[in-house]
T-cell receptor, first 114, second 118 residues
């Protein structure tokens, strides 16, 4: 299986600031996914990050608000910019590993915006 | 676009009993994957069971089994001999094969919160 770590595990931030979340995978993967889980809700895909190309964003999510980097095949970052209390959520990164035919998730980052 | 519906926001089961969680989905594709994920309070997403749409046989993993009805677009999860550790949010998820197997993203239902009574 793929082992995924995320940093930070949780943070409390002030309105108007930005937070960068890191996702590290123990194997090379082509695509990485970033999901948002608002309190008591399901997971919603923010964007898909391919190494060496621009991330693809889902409807309702824009690059200026959620810039993503994917510098290599094992690492990605998601930045939540100009935060407001509505951004308080759990952010999860996920990877698909073809040989296991399943997706693996990181432990998530719990963000609280005051 | 594909959608996944879980009509039971909460379910409760007595320890050692059996419970079934419901999931329906909508798609125009003929080949896809379906999953059940468990999310305990630790918030780690854990894969419970997986079903390939081209397989008629229902998937089974120890105490967990599915009832996959492709024509009805139904994918229910049965948990037998429920244990206290089974208490969690359970999410049904769909993945297209269009992006090449495991590469595609998941579409999730809203989840069912399962409580297990001792």
């Amino acid at each position: 299986s793929a082992v995924i770590s995320q940093k930070p595990s949780r943070d409390i931030c002030q309105r108007g600031t930005s937070l960068t979340i890191q996702c590290q995978v123990d194997s090379q993967v082509t695509m990485m996914f970033w999901y948002r889980q608002q309190p008591g809700q399901s997971l919603t895909l923010i964007a898909t990050a391919n190494q060496g190309s621009e991330a693809t964003y889902e409807s309702g999510f824009v690059i200026d608000k959620f810039p993503i980097s994917r510098p290599n095949l094992t690492f990605s970052t998601l930045t939540v910019s100009n935060m407001s209390p509505e951004d308080s959520s759990i952010y999860l990164c996920s990877v698909g590993v073809r040989v296991y035919n399943e997706q693996f998730f990181g432990p998530g980052t719990r963000l609280t915006v005051l | 676009a594909q959608t996944v519906t879980q009509s039971q926001p909460e379910m409760s089961v007595q320890e050692a009993e059996t419970v079934t969680l419901s999931c329906t989905y909508d798609t125009s594709e003929s080949d896809y994957y379906l999953f059940w994920y468990k999310q305990p309070p630790s918030r780690q997403m854990i894969l419970v069971i997986r079903q390939e749409a081209y397989k008629q046989q229902n998937a089974t993993e120890n105490r967990f089994s599915v009832n996959f009805q492709k024509a009805a677009k139904s994918f229910s999860l049965k948990i037998s001999d429920s244990q206290l550790g089974d208490a969690a949010m359970y999410f049904c998820a769909y993945r297209s094969t269009l992006y090449g197997g495991s590469q595609g993203n998941l579409i999730f239902g809203k989840g069912t919160k399962l409580s297990v009574k001792p």
